[in-house]
């Protein structure tokens, strides 16, 4: 007979056991096999009723529950109710090293008395009761501030079935509905038929309607999404419904950002997309910083991922034509665009995260060793990489490849009255024109204002604005970026590099490791706005992956404007 967890029995408070309720059920194949079942705030703990020694535990963890539910046997003549608890816990791969999630089932017979829906209601009970407290675990990364997802969370789930290679709809048939259903997550499928689908969809939507939007696709789908939100009159509120990434397209970069920051151990393809959803299941919300992008046309766009020119742009429009490959189109197209590497002319300014420490005049002579930055290659403290022996100019720092005072160098000239104050918080509404207001960003056809810095190189192979960790499933491209970090982690990569240089850094991105490279030619700052000025009359601007019309081009961040479904 079951026990309620209120009687107390001393041998389970001996055992820690004390929790939430406690009972002895039997095996769903076998009614002679007996087991004890605990639940407390934090585990289910399961052991065999058995006078043999061997009385193995089994713990199962509430913080990898998604769900339980409670249900009748196939056996319309069975008097017993069953209830369901699953899990994916972390379990290592067969065949292959390391660890993945993978799923679990434990399931109980309840027989306490003739009375079928007696049983039933007993079953309900600790289904309830395992679902409430696994509700309250989920794995959570320390320092990170998350809210829930209002339950039973009404998910709409985009799927583009062009995405990847094609098989977004096959993937979520196979390993995404069963899960949803298994949390109990009510959705509603909606299949895009055509770019911009998804866009229109949401600027119409009812969204009191919903409690989480999420996408089955690339980041293009999601892309989409954000525009559409941010279109609409009631933006400040839309923007704040709970976003959810699934990857089923060939440039998941956001999915495997949200996975890095979970801290779990590396995962691709369908390993990376449970493990998305198994977050999703979880719902726990944190903030997603936005990037607003003027483009000449005085197009506004919203991104979470991406600004990028140069290589980076080519290879992810020209590696389009491999996508039935999946994501290792961009190693490919890397490959590619390695053999006829370009040069772009253009400007290139930013407004750096710190102030650069104001050293004294003459501190960095160029027969003096400057100093060195605690990373090789990577200087937050200093607006730019100080690259030994080179020689200040008059009125410069000693950096070759930027300034920070005024310049007539060239259209990106610094302004000292300039309208913009850097001061002012970076997003702020304006009823008016229904949109955050750009703080930070003077006209594209004004000069940068004065605090900004204007790198002097004009030769670049690469520039790059990434704002999440990841820029594809296998390129840990921001190492230290996080979902709400209110930082732009600008890289640029100036001409001169040679093929075997640039590669052996997209090498070392996989393991985060570029940096450590100690590469001349690759800067890396932390900004909070920037501007671009292709002078190459001809060449390729993507947004998260999304190429957008070609000319100057500037940018600034609006700390945790959206909200991501993460963990
Ligand atoms: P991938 O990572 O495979 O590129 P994305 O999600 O980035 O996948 O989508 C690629 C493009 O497909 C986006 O530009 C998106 O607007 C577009 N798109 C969305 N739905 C459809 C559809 N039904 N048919 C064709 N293209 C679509
Ligand atoms: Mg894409």
Not at 54 to 80: E, I, Q, W, Y
Not at 327 to 353: C, D, E, K
Not at 364 to 386: F, M, V, W
Not at 502 to 522: S, T
């Amino acid at each position: 007979m079951e026990k309620d967890a209120s009687d107390p029995d001393p041998s389970r408070q001996r055992n820690g056991l004390v929790g939430v309720l406690y009972g002895e059920f039997t095996d769903t194949l076998n009614d002679r096999v007996r087991y004890s079942v605990s639940l407390t705030e934090s585990a289910l703990t399961v052991q065999r009723i058995s006078s043999s020694p061997d009385r193995t535990k089994m713990v199962f963890n509430l913080t990898d529950c998604v769900g339980c539910r409670a249900h009748r046997g196939p056996d319309s003549a069975d008097v017993g109710a069953y209830f369901t608890a699953y899990f994916y816990p972390f379990k290592r791969r067969w065949m292959s090293a390391g660890v993945t999630r993978q799923r679990v089932e434990q399931c109980f017979r309840v027989a306490l008395l003739q009375d079928p829906l007696v049983n039933l209601q007993e079953a309900e009970r600790w289904a309830h009761a395992i679902r409430d407290a696994s509700a309250l675990q989920a794995p959570r990364r320390d320092g990170m501030m998350y809210t829930e997802v209002r339950r039973p969370c009404r998910t709409m789930i985009l799927v583009n079935p062009q995405s990847g290679r094609g098989q977004a709809l096959q993937l979520f048939t196979g390993h995404i509905q069963g899960l949803l259903t298994e949390a109990s997550v009510p959705y509603e499928l909606v299949i895009t038929e055509r770019p911009n689908h998804a866009r229109e969809l949401v600027r119409k939507a009812d969204l009191s309607q919903w409690d989480a939007l999420v996408i089955m696709s690339g980041d293009g789908l999601l892309f989409e999404v954000i525009n559409g939100l941010m279109d609409r009159e009631d933006w400040q509120d839309a923007i704040q419904t709970p976003l959810g990434i699934l990857p089923g397209g060939s440039g998941n970069a956001l999915a495997a950002s949200v996975h890095h920051y979970s801290q779990s151990p590396p995962a691709w393809n369908e390993e990376l997309l449970l493990s998305c959803g198994f977050m999703l299941c979880k719902g726990l919300v944190g903030s997603l910083d936005l990037v607003s992008i003027h483009l000449a046309s005085r197009q506004r766009l919203f991104s979470f991922l991406s600004l990028a020119w140069g290589f980076v742009a080519d290879v992810d429009i020209e590696s389009e034509k491999y996508r039935h490959v999946g994501a290792i189109r961009f190693l490919m197209g890397t490959l590619v665009r390695l053999a006829s590497l370009r040069v772009y002319q253009g400007r290139l300014a930013y407004l750096p995260v710190k102030e650069a420490p104001k050293l004294p005049k003459g501190s960095i002579k160029a027969n003096h060793p400057p100093p060195t930055p605690q990373h090789p290659s990577l200087c937050s403290s200093l607006p730019c990489r100080l690259v030994p022996n080179a020689s200040p100019k008059p009125n410069q720092s000693s950096c070759r490849s930027c300034i920070s005072t005024n310049s007539n160098h060239n259209t990106i000239t610094n302004s000292s009255n300039s309208v913009v104050d850097n001061n002012r918080p970076e997003t702020q509404s304006d009823s008016k024109t229904a949109a955050p207001v750009d703080a930070l960003l003077p006209g594209l056809d004004q000069p940068v204002p004065e605090s900004w810095t204007v790198v002097q190189e004009e030769d670049f192979v690469l520039v790059l604005a990434i704002y999440q960790s990841h820029l594809a499933e296998d390129l840990w491209t921001a190492p230290g970026a996080m979902a709400d970090d209110g930082v732009i982690h600008l890289f640029y990569v100036t001409a001169g590099i040679s093929r075997p240089a640039l590669l052996r850094l997209f090498l070392a991105m996989e393991k985060g490791a570029h940096l450590a490279c100690d590469c001349p030619h690759l800067v890396y700052e932390k900004v909070r706005a920037l501007r671009l000025e292709p002078i190459s009359p001809q060449g390729m601007i993507t947004v998260d992956g999304e190429m957008v019309e070609y000319g100057p081009v500037q940018a600034q961040i609006h700390p945790g404007l959206a909200r991501l479904i993460c963990g």
